[in-house]
């Protein structure tokens, strides 16, 4: 499976709300169901933000949302804070334990 | 509280070999799958092997196919990753992942990634 696309960067001020996309051919994003985001700062270990889409792990803000149109899986970060600066990574899981990565999205907080 | 913590990189020379181990604890061990996701310097996150819980299952990214193998030992607690005939683009922080199956399946833990470089 080819990597989904993801825009290479976003940003946007203390505040303010920033989308995500995240765009797969043909089945990769089929299911929404099977897709996932992750968080990762500078250094460490990426972390769970949306699972099945548009859910939240216990502990993560509602700040930050999924949804979908089409083949596009999107994340919106709203009330832009410090801390949401890193990278953005859209997951699809496309069967037999395998799984497909967006290629990332650095978000510069102005 | 789930741990899972790799050992087992550091630098190794185009052609050898490497094996790679993430400890686990504070979960049913034999009940998850588990992952291998790689991340080269300044690149993404790309998926690189899979296990099922009681290491029946093995999946490998088209890249490591052949080179790679994935195990784990159960009684220990412990996921594997043998690294053979390394390449120079096998430079990567390597995290381990637990695999939870919902209503979706996903990485919900990660390690803190072990780097693993490999010299030409």
């Known amino acids: 499976q080819s990597a989904l696309t993801q825009p290479a960067s976003v940003s946007g001020s203390p505040g303010q709300s920033v989308t995500i996309s995240c765009t797969g051919m043909?089945?990769?994003?089929?299911?929404?169901?099977?897709v996932s985001w992750y968080q990762q700062h500078p250094g460490k270990a990426p972390k769970l933000i949306l699972y099945?889409?548009?859910k939240r792990p216990s502990g993560v803000s509602v700040r930050f949302a999924g949804s979908k149109s089409g083949y596009t899986a999107s994340l919106t970060i709203s009330g832009l804070q410090a801390d949401d600066e890193g990278d953005y990574y859209c997951?699809?899981?496309?069967?037999?334990?395998?799984?497909?990565f967006g290629g990332g999205t650095k978000l510069t907080v102005l | 509280e789930v741990q899972l913590l790799e050992s087992g990189g550091g630098l190794i020379q185009r052609g050898g070999s490497l094996r790679l181990s993430c400890a686990a604890s504070?979960?049913?061990?034999?009940?998850?799958?588990l992952s291998w996701v790689r991340q080269a310097p300044g690149k993404g996150l790309e998926w690189v092997s899979s296990?099922?819980?009681?290491?029946?299952?093995?999946h490998y990214a088209h890249s490591v196919q052949g080179r790679f193998t994935i195990s784990r030992d159960n009684s220990n607690t412990t996921l594997y990753l043998q690294m053979n005939s390394l390449r120079a683009d096998d430079t990567a922080v390597y995290y381990c992942?637990?695999?939870?199956?919902?209503?979706?399946?996903?990485?919900?833990?990660w390690g803190q990634g072990k780097l693993v470089t490999v010299s030409s």
């Open positions: 992942a637990k695999v939870l199956r919902a209503g979706g399946v996903y990485f919900d833990y």
């Open positions: 504070g979960f049913s061990f034999i009940s998850y799958a």
């Open positions: 296990i099922s819980g009681p290491g029946d299952y093995t």
């Open positions: 043909n089945s990769d994003l089929t299911n929404y169901n099977f």
């Open positions: 099945e889409g548009s």
């Open positions: 997951c699809s899981y496309v069967g037999n334990l395998n799984w497909v």
